[in-house]
């Protein structure tokens, strides 16, 4: 089967600009989560879908993040406006359900300048 | 509440010696445990599970886990390390349904 898939895979942008974060799950996965890695520190919880309905969003930052899936397929994650302790590498996981261990894609090395 | 605590940030050891990456747990739940590593510039991809069955869980690529209850740990081991093995490697604990990350720790792998 198809792993879970993020792109891009890198994105350089400018604070102030806007990015979207793109993920697909493995299909029929109904559980999306997304991470967060800021450099040098752990990585961190920012929400959980099931279908296309948002389980749990407590670890997103603030209210320049937004999180979509759409369908209850693939997910977004948009930035805007980007700032620079954004940086980081924002990685995608997805489930079958409780029990089973948890798909991660590559993730997205987003750089801020 | 859970929390996962990897005592090691780093870890060096000799090719063809073992190797122990230490990981302690706390859950109000019955957890569901887990090891990743993360080659350099690559995703995380599982290395084993722990879901309440046995408590000697075996992975992939030679490695096993140990779940101990009285403990409240879920350390890592190998008998022999290569040096493909050199990688950061993260324990994570589910004990409601959002799984939570360690630190990680960095295995080093001297030839």
């Known amino acids: 089967e198809a792993g879970v898939t993020q792109f891009p895979s890198h994105s350089v942008i400018e604070k102030g600009q806007t990015v979207t974060l793109r993920c697909d799950p493995i299909?029929?996965?109904?559980?999306l989560y997304w991470y967060r890695r800021v450099m040098g520190k752990e990585i961190k919880f920012l929400l959980h879908?099931?279908?296309?309905?948002?389980?749990?969003e407590s670890g997103m930052p603030n209210n320049r993040f937004l999180a979509e899936r759409t369908g209850g397929t693939y997910s977004t994650l948009k930035v805007q406006p980007a700032e620079l302790e954004d940086s980081g590498v924002y990685f995608c996981?997805?489930?079958?359900?409780?029990?089973?261990?948890?798909?991660f894609g590559s993730g997205t090395r987003l750089t801020v300048v | 509440a859970q929390s996962v605590t990897q005592l090691d940030s780093h870890v060096s050891v000799s090719e063809g010696t073992p190797v122990l990456l230490r990981c302690n747990y706390s859950?109000?739940?019955?957890?569901?445990l887990f090891w990743y590593v993360q080659h350099p510039n690559k995703g995380l991809q599982l290395l084993l599970k722990?879901?309440?069955?046995?408590?000697l869980v075996k992975g992939i690529n030679g490695f096993e886990a140990e779940f101990k209850k009285s403990e409240t740990s879920f350390h890592l081991t190998k008998p022999s390390a290569h040096m493909s093995d050199a990688a950061e490697y993260f324990c994570?604990?589910?004990?409601?349904?959002?799984?939570?990350f360690g630190r990680g720790t960095s295995l080093i792998v001297h030839p």
């Open positions: 996981a997805s489930s079958q359900d409780l029990y089973y261990g948890y798909t």
């Open positions: 299909s029929g996965h109904d559980n």
């Open positions: 879908f099931v279908k296309e309905s948002k389980q749990d």
């Open positions: 859950s109000s739940y019955s957890p569901s």
């Open positions: 722990y879901t309440s069955a046995a408590t």
């Open positions: 994570v604990v589910r004990g409601s349904y959002i799984p939570t």
